[in-house]
Each structure stands twice: as structure tokens, then as C-alpha cells.
């Protein structure tokens, strides 16, 4: 089972940029993809970027293509996600995800074909002048 923590949310004005990182840990680190998503108030949760672990390949939603930026640091199982130029739209709490299954009550979102269940507690995110 893998176990993600992530980290980085705050406060921050519109225009401004934030970096949430992920930490991956646990005894099987085999996963097709690796991802970031977000889940508003009132609102499903909702697929942002994601990396193909076997080519690299990086995935955005149309929200954040030109905004944000994911990237990995395989040796130090970590995940990125930078993002600039935040509007208050993108206020939310922040979840990594791999797409090994979790238990039983954690939520399935599919996201660029793949199927996401396995999750962190999430980071909060607010955009707000």
C-alpha cells in the first residue's frame, strides 16, 4: 500500500503562485500514474495533472494547461505541482493520488483514462484577494 502526504497549501492573492509537494512512501511504489486533483466546496473532486510513472508523459486539465506545472523527483519519491498566475477558481483542498485502488470508502476518479484510488489528506488551497 502506498501512503502520500502532501504539503505546501496557504492563502495566497490572485496572480500569485503556490508549490505543493508530495510525499510517496510504503511498500509497493508500483503505479501507473501519479496525480494531483482538487475538490471545491459543494463540488466533485476534479482530476488537475498527472505523470505517466512509466514515460514521464505529463497530463492537464484545460483549467490549469499554461499555469501549472507537475513534475517528479523519482529518487526522492516526490511529487510537484507549481502553480502560477492562481486565480480564485482554483480555491480548493488539494489531493494527491496514484492509481493503485485504496479501501474500500475511498472515492475512484478517473482522470486522462486512468483510475485514480489511492489518496492523501489533501492540502488546502485558497485564492482570495
Known amino acids: 500500500q502506498v501512503q502520500l502526504v502532501e504539503s505546501g497549501g496557504g492563502v495566497v492573492q490572485p496572480g500569485g503562485s503556490l508549490r505543493l509537494s508530495c510525499a510517496v512512501s510504503?511498500?509497493?511504489?508500483?503505479?501507473?500514474?501519479i496525480g494531483w486533483f482538487r475538490q471545491a466546496p459543494g463540488k466533485e473532486r476534479e482530476g488537475v495533472s498527472c505523470?505517466?510513472?512509466?514515460?514521464?508523459?505529463?497530463y492537464y486539465s484545460d483549467s490549469v494547461q499554461g499555469r501549472f506545472t507537475i513534475s517528479r523527483e523519482t529518487a526522492k519519491n516526490m511529487v510537484y505541482l507549481q502553480m502560477n498566475g492562481l486565480k480564485p477558481e482554483d480555491t480548493g483542498v488539494y489531493y494527491c493520488?496514484?492509481?493503485?485502488?485504496?479501501?474500500?470508502?475511498?472515492?475512484?476518479?478517473?482522470?486522462?483514462?486512468?483510475?485514480?484510488?489511492?489518496w492523501g489528506q489533501g492540502t488546502q488551497v485558497t485564492v482570495s484577494s
Open positions: 505523470i505517466n510513472s512509466r514515460d514521464g508523459g505529463t
Open positions: 510504503g511498500s509497493t511504489l508500483d503505479y501507473d500514474a
Open positions: 493520488a496514484t492509481t493503485q485502488m485504496g479501501t474500500n470508502d475511498s472515492p475512484v476518479v478517473v482522470f486522462e483514462g486512468w483510475f485514480f484510488g489511492s
